[in-house]
């Protein structure tokens, strides 16, 4: 074989590296810059239901996109499929952005993801995304720790693979602010359980939907009343609950100049 056939023989292409990247809660201005790098120099962009559209509007116009988000419990594209789908892309050559609201690694599979990617030999990259906890308490007014008033914070989803399997006895004696992804079908229980386990039920409690967009909308109340307000201010996903006496500092922290960004309601006031 002479050099000149060698030159000419197609090789395999180097394989690309797939990126996953975190977008945020949805002001496309907490993307970090290297988020938007990515999104910019990619040969090809998967985005999850959380990503929002203005940050959709900032994919470039050239670059193939493919949406794989799930909603509720409907994948676009089974798990399975998605992850076969990065490791056949990224041999292609193909360099992958894969967008997922909040930070891949907080109830994003970005593990999952990453697992199956590594096991294929594909190169990872990860760029942390603003967790919807830290986002949306921060547009709200709403610190999660407070010296004095919470000294940590416990992240949890309310929403189990199979089945539920929260120890509620921790979650209500531990003293510091309680943030529920996924909750929103589950406020009665979150209500109960937490009640059942000793918390009272006049612990302040905020919904809050649509964080870090535009139409962001902040409830509050008391615990026991979170199933009712969900159900009276007809709340919808994306929301987040908070648990915690550091709701109530929202009174003097919340910041958002456009009421529309942050309309308060207590119910029991
Ligand atoms: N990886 C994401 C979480 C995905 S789980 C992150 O780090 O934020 C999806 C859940 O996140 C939603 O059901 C909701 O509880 C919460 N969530 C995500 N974005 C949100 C937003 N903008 N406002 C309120 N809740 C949000």
Same mark, same amino acid.
């Given at each position: ?148 008033? +919470?000294?940590?914070?416990?992240? &949890? ?8 399997? @929260?120890? =509620?006895?921790?979650? $209500? %004696? ?62 919808? +996903?994306?929301?987040?609950?908070? &648990? ?8 003097? @922290?919340? =910041?958002?100049?456009? $009421? %529309? ?9």
């Amino acid at each position: 074989m002479t050099v000149k056939q060698l030159t000419n023989h197609p090789k395999a292409p180097k394989p690309g590296r797939v990126a996953l990247v975190g977008a945020g809660p949805g002001d496309p201005e907490l993307l970090t810059i290297k988020a938007l790098k990515i999104i910019q120099h990619s040969d090809f962009i998967l985005y999850d239901r959380l990503v929002s559209k203005e940050i959709l509007a900032l994919f470039p116009t050239k670059t193939p996109t493919m949406y794989v988000g799930k909603e509720k419990s409907h994948h676009s594209i089974p798990q399975d499929k998605l992850n076969d789908l990065l490791v056949t892309k990224a041999k292609q050559g193909l360099n992958i952005c894969r967008l997922k609201g909040g930070d891949s690694f907080i109830f994003g599979r970005g593990g999952e993801e990453m697992l199956k990617l590594k096991s294929a030999g594909i190169d990872v990259e990860i760029v942390p995304g603003i967790t919807a906890a830290s986002g949306c308490t921060s547009y709200a007014g709403i610190p999660l720790t407070h010296r004095g008033i +919470s000294q940590g914070c416990t992240m &949890v989803t309310a929403h189990g693979e199979k089945e539920l399997n @929260l120890n =509620w006895e921790q979650l $209500a %004696k531990v003293g510091h602010t309680l943030v529920f992804y996924m909750g929103l079908s589950k406020a009665q229980l979150i209500n109960t359980q937490l009640q059942q386990h000793g918390m009272s039920p006049s612990t302040p409690v905020a919904l809050i939907e649509n964080g870090c967009c535009p139409n962001q909308r902040v409830i509050r109340g008391l615990l026991h009343e979170l199933p009712l307000l969900a159900e009276r201010e007809s709340v919808q +996903s994306p929301a987040l609950i908070i &648990v915690g006496e550091v709701v109530n500092l929202a009174d003097q @922290l919340a =910041w958002l100049a456009n $009421a %529309k960004h942050n309309e308060i309601q207590k119910l029991s006031a």
